[in-house]
């Protein structure tokens, strides 16, 4: 099979055995959890960028409470730690409405949904996190429940099993997904909104790092968030992980002040580099420059010279790669950029070609 047709380039780190506990993975670790329910905004104006989707959303919002209606079902994609859980809870929050808390993985039976379902309230936000993951059964009787609030729920089996409907109270689905190309056509249809969120520009993580300093209490300067929020990779839990380990950094070394200098030097011990790439990540680079000559490689034998397994680098490493413009998949293999030399301050060898890395010789 041809590699390159199972890459997504889109596709968001999954963690991978020993790489999942990274300081730069966008997944949530235990740790975050216990932080993240403080830090998060409470309010539409409190979350900090993503304004088409906050425009839009406010309008949804606006217009469902002036109608004294339950908000339409809203679709949240986007890669993990951007704020769709957030942004559920505000939508919550902004309708007065209670929200209950689920995701696609915990819901195999279609009788999970429905004891779920049939205990709603009226107006009650569901938000069901990697919607893409529900078992076929559920998502069918999700589809009916979305439309019809309604569902039927199947009693005995065999020829003698029943349907009994049973009539929902209007709540309002707020679905997630890292992957909106794999959410089938009849259910994406079933969203009365659909917000992509987008990675965060690093004057907005800025702003995310200075709100969580404040709630945190700990004190930076505008230099110091600048440097955390350039090294968290357009994300804003990856911003917040790596502000509380600078603050230890600040605490135990310094005054507890984070200025510039402390949050390079701390992100230094952590191997969170100007660009935020770890060690995984140069580790991939400077095989590829180095043993390779900047490629074309196949995947496997780059995932052999870094000693980690193929997927660990195709679905953890690669993905941030690729989207800083470091490294390119192509049909013949990884291939790095001239922004890759640059970035580990190497020279690229001449116009001779790549010093090992002949088309054909590497496995595919
Ligand atoms: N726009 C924002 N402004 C301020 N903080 C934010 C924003 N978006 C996210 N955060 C913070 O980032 C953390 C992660 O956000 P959240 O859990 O909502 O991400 P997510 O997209 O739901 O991730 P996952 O897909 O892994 O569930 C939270 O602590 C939240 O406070």
């Known amino acids: ?25 966008s997944a949530a ?41 339950t908000a339409d079902h809203v679709l949240l994609s986007g890669a993990p730690g951007l704020g769709k859980t957030t942004l559920s809870m505000i939508i919550a929050a902004e309708m007065s409405a209670p929200i209950r808390i689920t995701s696609g993985p915990a819901i195999q039976h279609a009788g999970d949904l429905a004891a779920i379902l049939s205990s709603l309230q009226e107006g009650e936000v569901l938000f069901l996190d990697e919607i893409h993951r529900m078992s076929r059964p559920a998502e069918e009787m999700l589809y009916m429940a979305m439309e019809d609030f309604r569902v039927d729920v199947i009693v005995g089996k065999g020829p003698g099993a029943t349907a009994i409907p049973l009539e929902l109270p209007p709540f309002t689905l707020v679905g997630a997904t890292t992957r909106a190309g794999l959410l089938p056509p009849p259910l994406r249809d079933r969203f009365g909104f659909t917000g992509h969120m987008e990675f965060y520009a690093p004057a907005e993580l800025e702003r995310v790092v200075h709100r969580s300093a404040r ?40 005054d507890g002040i984070i200025t510039r200098e402390i949050a390079a030097t701390a992100l230094a011990v952590y191997e969170v580099d100007a660009r935020g790439l770890d060690r995984l990540d140069r580790a991939v680079l400077e095989a590829l420059l180095k043993l390779f000559g900047g490629g074309p490689v196949g995947l496997s034998t780059l995932a052999v010279a870094v000693g980690e397994e193929r997927e660990t680098v195709e679905e953890v490493a690669e993905p941030f790669l690729v989207r800083e413009g470091l490294l390119a998949r192509t049909p013949r293999g990884r291939v790095a950029t001239p922004a890759a030399w640059a970035h580990l301050g190497l020279v690229p060898p001449q116009a001779a070609g790549p010093a090992t890395g002949q088309p054909g010789l590497f496995d595919a």
């Open 29 to 69: 670790d235990g740790d975050d959890q216990a932080v993240e329910a403080a830090l998060r905004p409470k309010d539409l104006d409190e979350f900090i960028g993503q304004e088409k989707v906050r425009e839009q959303l406010d309008l949804v919002l606006k217009a469902a409470r002036a109608r004294g209606a």
């Open 215 to 254: 709630l945190l209490d700990v004190e930076i300067d505008t230099e110091g968030a600048a440097e955390i929020a350039g090294r968290s990779r357009g994300t804003p839990r990856i911003a917040n992980r790596l502000l509380r380990r600078v603050r230890d950094y600040a605490q135990v070394r310094a």
């Open 1 to 25: 099979m041809n590699w390159d047709e199972t890459t997504d380039e889109t596709a968001p780190e999954r963690p991978v055995g020993p790489a999942a506990d990274r300081l730069v993975g």
